[in-house]
C-alpha cells in the first residue's frame, strides 16, 4: 500500500509543477509590470512629487529589488526588432510607445536614438523655461506614424534652443530612412540560462521560500500562514457537519416509513441548491447578523482585537462567533449536494440481492442500512467527500470575501485586486497540493474500504 501511495504522489508531482508553473507564468505575461503603481506610494507619496528621473531610478530600483529585472524564462520567442529589455522602461506608456516604434520602423537602433533625443528635450534644463513645452512631448510619446511625427516637431515653440530641435529632427528623420518595415515578421529565439525569474522563483520554492509581497515586502509564508489558520478551521467545521448531516439524512431518506419526509426534504434541498452561495450568504447576513431582523451573530471579520494572554478556549469562543455564520453558509450550500449523492447511493444498495437477503432474515430496516448498505456506500462517498473539500475551499472565497475574514479566500481576492502575483502563485500552490493530499487519502480510503482495489493495485 506504501509503494502504490508513493507511486500516485510521484505521479501528481508532475501536474502540480505543470500548474503553478503555467500560473506564474500567465501573471508575468499580463500588460503592465506587477506591483509598478507601489512605486509612486513609496514613502509616503515621494516619488510622486519628484521629477522624472527620480521616478524611474526608483522603478529600476524596485525591479532589482522583486527580481523583474531579469528575463522572465529560460528563452524568450519576440519579434526580430523588439529587445528584451523593453520592461525596463518606464513609465508603462513609454514602453507601449517604443513597442509600437519598433514594430512600425524595425530598426531598435534608430528608435532608441529618437528615444533618446526626445527624453534629453525633456529632461533639459533649459525646457523648464518653456511654458507648454512638456504638451508638445506628450504628444511626441504618442505620435508613431512619419506624418504625425512631423506635424508635432513642426509646432514646438520656436524659443527651445535650435541644437535640441535640430537633434530631434534628425533621429527622428533617421527612423524613415532607416527603416526596416517587415522586420517584425521574423521572430527572434534568444537564450537567456539560468538567470531568469522563473529559475530563481522555482529554485527558492523548493526551498521553502515563496518570495515577498508585492504590496508590503512581508514574507508570503507568513501572509499565506495566517490567513490558512482561518479558512482550516472554516472549512473543517464546515465539511464535518455538513457531512454529519447529510449523512444522517440520506440514512433517513432511504427507509420505506419516510415516504412524507422525502417529498418535503428534497424539494426544499433542491431549493436551497438552486440558490447561488454569494446570495445565500447575503440573505443570512442580512436575516440574522442586522438590526432590522435578527441580530443573532456579528457581522465584521473575526473581530476588531484579539484577546491577549487569554486561554485557547477563551479565544476560540470569541472567533466561534464570527466563524458560526459563514460556516452556516458553507454547511447549508453544501448539504443538498452530499444529501442527494449519498441518499441516491443507499437507494441503489438498498435495492441489491444481499439487501433483500438480510431484510429476509429479519433484520431490520436501520439494520439493514447501517449493518449491511454502509460499507458498501463508502467508495462514492468517499469520492463525494474528495470532491467536496477542494469545492469548500472555492465557496470559502465568496464567504470571507462577505464576511471579511481574513483568509485564503480573502486574500486571494485582495491579491488579484492588487496584482500582488507572489501571494496570487503561493495561494494556486497551497490549494493544489491541498487537492493531491486529498486525492492520495482518497485512495488509501477506498484500499481500506474495498481491499480489492489495494490487490488490484499491488
Avoid at 517584425?184 to 515563496?210: A, K
Wanted: positive net charge.
Amino acid at each position: 500500500m506504501l509503494q502504490y501511495t508513493l507511486k500516485r504522489f510521484l505521479l501528481s508531482l508532475p501536474a502540480l509543477w505543470l500548474l503553478v508553473t503555467l500560473v506564474f507564468l500567465l501573471s508575468r505575461l499580463l500588460t503592465g509590470v506587477p506591483g509598478e503603481e507601489q512605486i509612486l506610494q513609496d514613502s509616503g507619496g515621494f516619488y510622486s512629487k519628484s521629477s522624472t528621473g527620480s521616478r524611474e531610478q526608483a522603478y529600476l530600483s524596485y525591479l532589482e529589488r522583486t527580481g523583474q529585472n531579469l528575463p522572465l524564462f529560460y528563452f524568450s520567442v519576440q519579434a526580430s526588432p523588439e529587445p528584451d529589455t523593453l520592461h525596463l522602461v518606464y513609465p508603462a506608456h513609454h514602453r507601449t510607445f517604443l513597442k509600437q516604434l519598433y514594430w512600425q520602423y524595425g530598426n531598435p537602433e534608430a528608435v532608441n536614438a529618437y528615444y533618446q533625443s526626445i527624453k534629453e528635450l525633456e529632461l533639459a534644463p533649459s525646457a523648464a523655461q518653456y511654458e507648454g513645452l512638456q504638451l508638445y512631448i506628450d504628444r511626441l510619446y504618442q505620435a508613431t506614424e512619419p506624418a504625425s511625427i512631423k506635424q508635432t516637431l513642426a509646432a514646438l515653440p520656436v524659443r527651445i534652443p535650435a541644437p535640441l530641435v535640430s537633434e530631434l529632427k534628425a533621429k527622428a528623420a533617421g527612423l524613415t530612412q532607416k527603416q526596416q518595415a517587415y522586420a517584425y515578421l521574423l521572430p527572434s529565439l534568444r537564450w537567456h540560462g539560468t538567470q531568469n525569474q522563473y529559475h530563481t522563483w522555482f529554485v527558492n520554492v523548493l526551498q521553502g521560500d515563496l518570495g515577498t509581497s508585492f504590496r508590503d515586502n512581508r514574507p508570503v509564508s507568513s501572509i499565506l500562514y495566517e490567513a490558512v489558520a482561518n479558512t482550516w478551521w472554516l472549512i473543517l467545521i464546515s465539511i464535518l457537519v455538513a457531512f454529519i448531516v447529510s449523512f444522517e439524512l440520506g440514512m433517513l431518506l432511504v427507509m420505506p416509513q419516510s415516504i412524507k419526509l422525502r417529498k418535503l426534504l428534497l424539494p426544499a434541498l433542491f431549493i436551497i441548491d438552486s440558490i447561488p452561495l454569494f446570495l445565500l450568504a447575503l440573505l443570512l447576513l442580512i436575516l440574522l447578523a442586522t438590526p432590522s431582523f435578527l441580530q443573532l451573530f456579528p457581522v465584521f471579520g473575526l473581530g476588531y482585537h484579539r484577546m491577549s494572554g487569554g486561554s485557547w478556549v477563551e479565544q476560540l469562543t470569541v472567533v466561534s462567533q464570527y466563524m458560526a455564520l459563514p460556516a452556516i453558509c458553507l454547511i447549508l450550500g453544501n448539504i443538498p449536494y452530499l444529501t442527494n449523492l449519498i441518499y441516491r447511493s443507499f437507494s441503489e444498495e438498498s435495492k441489491k440481492e444481499y439487501a433483500r437477503t438480510a431484510r429476509a432474515k429479519g433484520f431490520s430496516e436501520r439494520q439493514v442500512i447501517r449493518k449491511q448498505l454502509l460499507r458498501n456506500t463508502l467508495l462514492p462517498t468517499i469520492t463525494v467527500v474528495s470532491d467536496a473539500l477542494p469545492a469548500l475551499v472555492a465557496g470559502a472565497v465568496v464567504v470571507e470575501t462577505i464576511f471579511a475574514i481574513p483568509g485564503v479566500g480573502r486574500l486571494l481576492v485582495d491579491a488579484v485586486l492588487a496584482r500582488d502575483y507572489p501571494i496570487i502563485v503561493a495561494v494556486v500552490l497551497v490549494v493544489a497540493a491541498f487537492r493531491v493530499v486529498l486525492y492520495l487519502l482518497a485512495d488509501v480510503c477506498y484500499s481500506i474500504a474495498d481491499p480489492r482495489i489495494k490487490h488490484a493495485a499491488s
